[in-house]
């Protein structure tokens, strides 16, 4: 069936770092596929979103792209800030958007 | 930007009572309503797909009679957690979905604290 794998955390980085955060999916047919963030007692924001190979989502100097060939959709960030400090996860979900399948999530911890 | 509000944010009770959340879109419609279960540090596990004016489809898992969900309206399910106990306590996240051609959007969570 459908899953998501995102890389263990913590990652603790220092402020200004770069930052990459695992994830790889396996799907049948064409997920599409997300990055979600949660911060300390709230729900989930979205982050970002590629619903196509090769599409690149990109939100608040964050960035993701879809790779089908390597079933990848890593996250990135070239300089990361004590307040991206959250827990952040991969998701998929099928071509009407119903079912969501959730990676395990990875918290990052950034130090000023 | 589509909203959806969870309330209550956090609720405390006692043993044996029942608890009810609910989850409003504030701006759509939905005919389907999402409730999910984060345990600490872990990652969301769905409980239910609610769907307006018809039975809600349970995951594999969950118990049915236990976590009772009313999709009355096109904005409001509720999840009532009946007799609830103290390993019932988590966090409880709703989503919902404006349309075919969005994702879900996801509330704010309840954390219940069952003592």
């Known amino acids: 069936g459908d899953s998501v794998t995102q890389m263990e955390g913590p990652v603790t980085l220092s402020e200004e770092a770069f930052l990459t955060i695992n994830c790889t999916y396996t799907?049948?047919?064409?997920?599409?596929l997300f990055w979600y963030v949660q911060y300390p007692g709230e729900g989930l924001q979205l982050l970002l979103k590629a619903t196509k190979a090769d599409d690149k989502g990109s939100n608040k100097g964050f960035e993701a792209t879809y790779r089908k060939e390597t079933t990848s959709f890593h996250l990135e960030k070239g300089s990361v800030q004590v307040s991206d400090s959250a827990v952040y996860f991969c998701?998929?979900?099928?071509?009407?958007?119903?079912?969501?399948?959730f990676g395990s999530g990875t918290k990052l911890n950034v130090k000023p | 930007g589509a909203v959806v509000s969870q309330h209550p944010s956090w609720v405390i009770c006692k043993s044996g009572t029942s608890v009810k959340i609910e989850c409003r879109s504030l701006?759509?419609?939905?005919?389907?309503m999402f409730w999910y279960r984060q345990f600490p540090k872990q990652s969301l596990m769905l409980m239910a797909t609610s769907n307006e004016g018809s039975k809600a489809t349970y995951e594999q898992g969950v118990e049915k009679d236990k976590f009772l969900i009313n999709h009355a309206s096109l904005t409001l399910s509720t999840l009532t957690v009946t007799s609830a106990h103290p390993e019932d306590s988590s966090f409880y996240i709703c989503?919902?979905?404006?349309?075919?051609?969005?994702?879900?959007?996801f509330g704010d969570g309840t954390r219940l604290s069952i003592l």
């Open positions: 701006d759509f419609q939905a005919t389907t």
């Open positions: 989503s919902a979905l404006p349309d075919r051609d969005q994702p879900q959007h």
């Open positions: 998701a998929l979900t099928g071509y009407n958007f119903n079912k969501f399948y």
């Open positions: 799907a049948t047919g064409y997920p599409s």
